[in-house]
């Protein structure tokens, strides 16, 4: 079955870069849509931003500026960076799936992300 | 960007009840609504999708139902596992949004 793994430092300093990766296992990031989400007490879940077959990606406007989604088919990861880092984005980080299903030549991605990580706790403090 | 509102925050109920849970979005989304519960330390698990779909290995208890703008997520006889955060997310357009969450608790 398909697991995904989030890893990443715990803390970061603010202004800095986060990198996080979420491995996937017992499938291949080539086909559907994976998306990174943050949750945080304040804002509650907030959708970062999406690839999907592997270099059409996605993002959040509010954190667009920030962001980049990647993926890398040879290792079968995802990587999230978002860079000058602030208080606020202190949250816990899951990458989640969504399948995606195609009718004819158009394909979408079914609603619902039926997959998740268990999340990484990224903290920013000096 | 479309904004999710679910009512009421909070409910306490004992079991065997049945639960209605609204999420009411800003603007029409047609069908494409999704329901997650997130249990203490979990992470959220998709129960239904596209308004009315139960997902993979969801117990009949939990129903979607609604479209455009008003949705409900019923749980028809609470269990104690039913403790938990039920939150709605939108994919009608970007960016893809959640509601602020039901927070479920058990009597």
């Known amino acids: 079955q398909v697991q995904l793994q989030e890893s990443g430092p715990g803390l970061v300093k603010p202004s800095e870069t986060v990198s996080l990766i979420c491995t996937v296992s017992?499938?291949?990031?080539?086909?559907?849509?994976w998306s990174w989400i943050r949750q945080s007490p304040g804002k509650g879940l907030e959708w970062i931003g999406y690839i999907f077959h592997t270099d059409n990606t996605k993002y959040s406007p509010s954190l667009k500026s920030r962001v980049t989604i990647s993926a890398d088919t040879a290792t079968n990861r995802l990587s999230l960076s978002l860079t000058s880092v602030t208080a606020a984005d202190t949250a816990l980080y899951f990458c989640?799936?969504?399948?995606?299903?195609?009718?004819?030549?158009?394909?979408?991605?079914?609603?619902?992300?039926?997959?998740w990580g268990q999340g990484i706790l990224v903290t920013v403090s000096s | 960007e479309i904004v999710l509102t679910q009512s009421p925050a909070t409910l306490s109920l004992s079991p065997g009840e049945r639960v209605t849970l609204s999420c009411r979005t800003s603007q029409s989304v047609s069908t494409y609504l999704a329901w997650y519960q997130q249990r203490p330390g979990q992470a959220p698990r998709l129960l239904i999708s596209?308004?009315?779909n139960r997902a993979t290995g969801i117990p009949a208890r939990f129903s979607g139902s609604g479209s455009g703008t008003d949705f409900t997520l019923t749980i028809s006889g609470l269990e104690p596992e039913d403790s938990a955060i039920y939150f709605c997310?939108?994919?009608?357009?970007?960016?893809?949004?959640f509601g602020g969450g039901t927070k479920v608790e058990i009597k």
């Open positions: 017992g499938g291949s990031i080539s086909n559907d849509y």
């Open positions: 596209d308004a009315s």
């Open positions: 997310q939108q994919r009608t357009s970007w960016p893809l949004t």
């Open positions: 989640a799936r969504e399948r995606e299903y195609c009718h004819g030549l158009n394909c979408f991605a079914k609603t619902g992300f039926d997959l």
